[in-house]
């Protein structure tokens, strides 16, 4: 089993999972979304998908919406927190006052700088944005953006995050049209969570031509 077949037959895998696991299901989903947020090497785990598709699980009643909620937007927020510590605590080894041949301190004031004036906002959107989520809260680490803003910021996010896609897949994921094209419907989810990033990297690529 490769990760490209899970991702493309999620709601195969996941349903067996559940099945298989019962109520260590939900540990095992906490474990996939905390590492997916919390750990910079783990970009590739699937987020949104898994979220819709764990919510149309739960309309099944294989698991209970209102706790595979609050526990994977704990998971959320508990996976940014630690990516936020191990970026504070990576900085000044990083960026040690005397500078380094390859990080420079002064890219670090810069980042500091924009986290001060848009970090809630970029902590709050880069929940919807695959791969982005995961380096955000390290690279708000790294610039030492407040701890209070960030905490609050990322609680909000983490919610929104989980429960908008948690309850889309609960009261739509089972609808007969959506349930026989979960597949394309993942695949989109993934589109349109890749489309901002797209739409940046055209518009840097425009402005260097």
């Not at 508990?78 to 936020?84: I, P, Q, S």
């Not at 929940?127 to 809260?137: A, Q």
């Not at 797209?198 to 402005?207: D, L, M, N, P, Q």
Request: proline share 4%; net charge positive.
């Amino acid at each position: 089993m490769n990760l490209l077949d899970v991702v493309l037959h999620l709601d195969v895998h996941l349903l067996q999972l559940v099945q298989a696991y019962g109520v260590w299901a939900y540990a095992i989903l906490f474990a996939i979304i905390f590492c997916e947020t919390g750990l910079v090497v783990a970009p590739f785990l699937p987020g949104d998908s898994l979220l819709f598709v764990a919510g149309a699980i739960a309309a099944t009643g294989a698991l209970e919406i209102h706790s595979l909620f609050l526990l994977l937007a704990l998971a959320a927020i508990l996976g940014n927190t630690a990516n936020f510590e191990i970026g504070r605590w990576l900085g000044p080894r990083l960026f040690h006052a005397g500078g380094s041949r390859w990080l420079d301190p002064k890219h670090l004031e810069s980042a500091h700088a924009f986290y001060e004036r848009h970090g809630g906002k970029a902590v709050v959107i880069s929940r919807f944005l695959p791969i982005i989520r995961t380096y955000i809260p390290f690279v708000a680490g790294l610039a030492r953006m407040r701890t209070s803003v960030f905490v609050a910021y990322n609680v909000v996010g983490g919610a929104l995050w989980a429960g908008s896609l948690c309850y889309a897949g609960y009261f739509f994921g089972n609808i007969p049209w959506v349930k026989g094209h979960l597949t394309l419907l993942i695949l989109a989810i993934i589109a349109v969570s890749l489309l901002p990033l797209g739409i940046a990297w055209v518009r840097s690529r425009t402005k260097k031509g």
